[in-house]
């Protein structure tokens, strides 16, 4: 599984391919399918139920929503918004309804973008009742007068909420969280490319010979879903994890995106800036107060958990975001691609990032173990430098991302100086 | 007493037309006159008095200096040099004299400042008993040959050092010190301003309903003053004082300035460059190396208060500085009143400067407060992701000033929003 | 021994014109003849011989190479390289050899500098036994095909490593130390630069009637010899040394330079920095990553010593590095009289750094000490300025580099004032 493998790009889009028609929400019964559907590629896939009215912190976990149809009529008979063309057409979480009304009443229930004529927003209205339809401004403009039937087919009620996760043991219990959500309907950078990435990062972890970390990875509802995980697992969290990434948004092929931990200086955010710069140098450095998914939760005074986000185009910064045009062609093979490879060296790099000290006092003879020229000139090669440099550094202080800040170099390429260096007995690990 | 109020910056101008004519110097009856003058604006003001000889740190409190009458008679039998006509015209401290001369000896007892020909210097000699006079270069270039006549009525011997301070309790006994000084004859941004401001800044904050802090006003001649105030009370004042200004240079209408106190680093250093950022963003930053008022006694090593200085011109940068041109036309009543407004804000930072937790895990549901729209779509008012953005800085380790900084926003803008997150319960004072 | 004094410039060039014919080597009756040269100016130095094979940390002492003769006969019969026209022509620590070779078995022992065609380079090969010739690009290429006799006349065998050292004890035990290297055949700037302002060195702090700290200075081979030394003086190095500098390419005239101790924040790097700015403000910034010299050992993790490098052109960085043209005319008296200069005012500002604090409470009265103008006008004397900024931040905190630092002024500029200062009893010495 490398990341120049153009199949996995596919297959990724592959996947999102396939969860895209579902109709997620917070609850119901397309969060059920999508994370079925995601436990066929992780077997050990965990899923949760928490009834209605559950309280967790703050929140009380709401009724459950399904969806069976909706859609409007008009007064020359033709079925003008249809559920089953775009489930974007229905506000998330409206109550059932099946009357005729007039265009004026009807309009009070519409939300459309003027700006945007021919997108869909996507709109939700979770803990307020209502019911509504989401429509392009095109269409809007051209109703006309007379009586339209509307009819949303839904169920609201005592329920269930639906979560999952997938815990890959390590060497040691210290672990490192991923979350995602999925609780958007027919949207695709934010929020398909999430779980789908995540997905495939779990995939790779769990083929990995041995893994220093365990390795938590978290599928939940935004917001209500993140606060019910750390309200459930909240010690545990707080006792574990040492580093972790909030993955939406990963999908598209414009850019790179980060943004920070609360306090921005945690070993998540090293990792993630370590991995932009010799990546995407040119990546997008939010803060956080740009923040707006669950790192909100995962941050929180009391929570406190250190959780960065890498991402492509950030929600809410591109004019697809949270509209109908947020769709599969708007992610890419070679955006998921590209996603997944930053985050996957992210993760590298939290795995080698260890402290090692030199075991001999003052440079090592490296002549005698065919690490050095033994002709002396002017000259070093690359390699004899790096190793001298690495050694250099080896003081049971400077990590391997100090050391590779230091060098200017990426982590993953002086990993096997490492390993050449213990393997001659050269430097020990500090941390072990 | 809103700092948009025109009336209050006449106020000011008025008061300094009072103090100005008065003759102040080290001691003499001009600082009791002054301090007598201000406290019928400050009732509870306090005035001491510290005789000649008493020993202060280093120092010596000087014989007290008092003077009916001064002049120059030409020999022509002009009155040429007249005190009554301006106080500047008396070296300060002179010893008296009464004696004919020749223009070459008067020469050896004339000041006057060949650059700016039409200013009077102003000059004193403390502690080394002379006489002189000080007058316009133009008026010295006219002196012709002759015999003159030169009076100086002054009484300099055995007597007192007069001072003033004004403590407002507050509901904690640390305290905010503000100091300025009363040893300058006829000047008005370099001295005049300083008083003024202060005295109003003592009525604004005897005039709150409520205190954090209690503050201490101080009034003393400048350098010797400050030095007995330290002497007297070093104990109590390294003991409560947490933060404090030298208020001087604070009515022309020209600039802002600050000078740091000695590491730069105090909470008063970060209340003023706070308020500066925010109201006067183009203030000029001097360093503890341009000091030269009562800061150099305040913040010397072994006293080490944490006192800053916000100025308008700073002493020492303005041609009118130390001259008869630093007069009540350099001073306007909205030079004075933008120099109030702009200390008024550091004590109000100082007084809302707390750090907050929060009261819940994660963020708290702000919908069923009606603090947040019902509707979820891809945008949020200012005022929510304000609430939000303060929520999640709400750790107990950032105060309200760090959070503006975080945020940008001036810090008075954020109190109500901590008032209103304090009312729901949402956050506690973490500082109480 | 003043640092204008060209006469010292030209002693010092006289001194490395009488070692520079000399063949040294890591081993040998070179390195003792320049010792035992060197001895003449320093009569306490101290030579030391160590057996091959001893260990010394991860390395083995070699066996001892002396040289005899060393030359090549062409086949018309001239001798065209000859080890007596340049101890650089034979590849150092070559075997002893005499035999006749065809042109095409020569040119496996041959080196030469392509793009230098006029340069013979300097080459080792002290780990593997090997034989060779350094020769210029230019006479290989006339050689032409027919047998080629080839002597050297060289003893490889069991003998003696031989270093020296000078301890000149000061005030305290804890030491500078000062280290430089004597290897190198016949090479100017890289090497005798470094033994030549070495000495200089030591003469001048031998000659001052006190000094605080005790002084180290350090003369070995290169790598083996440092090695050597501080695998037999570690812990006492560990405990005493609190700066020092590595003293190499010190004798041109083109640049300074520097290079920091691993960490890059030790008294010797704030020292040497701040030396630079203020007496060669261009000079060359390396980062530790551009270390070669015994700043390698010296800076090693489980030595830790805090040994900075001030140079002249950096070992590495100019054309004629470790070739025939690193000769007599690279260095200049002047560039050997500004490294001297430069690295004694660092061993000055290391004398001098000490903290102080104030003895009185408040800024003391100056007048009356006659340090202070009895004449209050607007303006002071720089000397009263520089007294009243340094008593400001006499505070035990700050020391005198702090200061300097502070008031951007030369260390050595503000000793003068300390001194008056101390005299007058307002300041005493924090450290003593």
């Keep these: 599984m490398r990341i120049t493998d153009v199949n996995l790009g596919q297959e990724m889009h592959d996947l999102a391919r396939t969860l895209f028609p579902i109709c997620r929400s917070l609850t119901g019964n397309g969060v059920r399918q999508t994370l079925e559907l995601l436990r066929k590629l992780m077997p050990e896939l965990r899923l949760y139920e928490v009834e209605s009215g559950t309280a967790a912190m703050d929140w009380t976990v709401p009724d459950e929503w399904n ?20 489930n ?9 309804v099946d009357k005729v009304l007039s265009l004026d009443e009807l309009q009070k229930h519409l939300h459309s973008l003027p700006e945007q004529p021919d997108a869909i927003p996507y709109i939700t209205s979770y803990y307020q009742r209502r019911w509504g339809f989401c429509l392009t401004q095109r269409l ?19 329920g269930n909420l639906t979560y999952a996760d997938l815990v890959i043991p390590g060497d040691i219990a210290k672990e490192v969280l991923i979350s995602t959500y999925v609780c958007h309907p027919s949207l ?8 789908v990435v995540t997905t495939f990062l779990a995939r790779w972890v769990k083929s990995l010979d041995r893994r220093r970390f365990t390795y938590r990875f978290v599928f939940v509802p935004e917001t209500i879903g993140s606060i019910v995980y750390i309200s459930r697992n909240l010690r545990a969290l707080k006792e574990n994890v040492v580093a972790g990434f909030n993955v939406t948004c990963i999908g598209d092929d414009r850019c790179y995106s980060y943004l920070p931990s609360r306090d921005g200086d945690s070993w998540s955010d090293r990792a993630a800036l370590h991995v932009l710069q010799h990546m995407a140098p040119s990546f997008h450095r939010y803060t956080f ?21 890498v991402m492509r185009s950030k929600y809410g910064t591109y004019p697809e975001y949270h509209t109908s045009l947020d769709d599969l062609s708007l992610i890419t093979p070679n955006g998921l691609l590209g996603g997944f490879g930053v985050l996957r060296r992210c993760l590298e790099v939290l795995e080698i990032d260890r402290r090692h000290e030199a075991t001999v006092v003052c440079e090592p003879q490296m002549g005698k173990r065919g ?5 002396g000139t002017a000259q070093v090669s690359e390699a004899v430098k790096t190793r001298m440099d690495i050694l250099a550094y080896c003081d049971g202080r400077h990590s391997l991302l100090d050391i590779a800040g230091v060098l200017g170099r990426p ?22």
């Excluded at 974007?88 to 059932?96: I, T």
């Excluded at 690490?371 to 002709?375: A, D, E, F, M, V």
């Excluded at 990993?415 to 072990?432: K, P, V, W």
């Design 67 to 86: 969806i069976r149809d909706a859609y409007v009529i008009a007064p020359d008979g033709r079925k003008i918004i249809d559920f089953k063309a775009s």
């Design 88 to 96: 974007l057409h229905v506000v998330g979480y409206s109550e059932p």
């Design 140 to 158: 809007r403009d051209s109703l006309e007068d007379g009586n339209y039937r509307v009819v949303i087919d839904t169920t609201l009620g005592p």
């Design 188 to 195: 695709a950078n934010n929020e398909l490319s999430g779980p």
């Design 289 to 309: 107060l740009d923040r707006g998914s669950d790192e909100r939760q995962y941050c929180a005074p009391g929570v406190d958990l250190p959780i960065a986000s």
């Design 371 to 375: 690490l050095y020229s033994t002709l």
């Design 411 to 432: 982590a993953w390429e002086l990993s096997e100086y490492f390993g050449e260096l213990t393997d001659h007995g050269l430097i020990r690990d500090a941390d072990a």
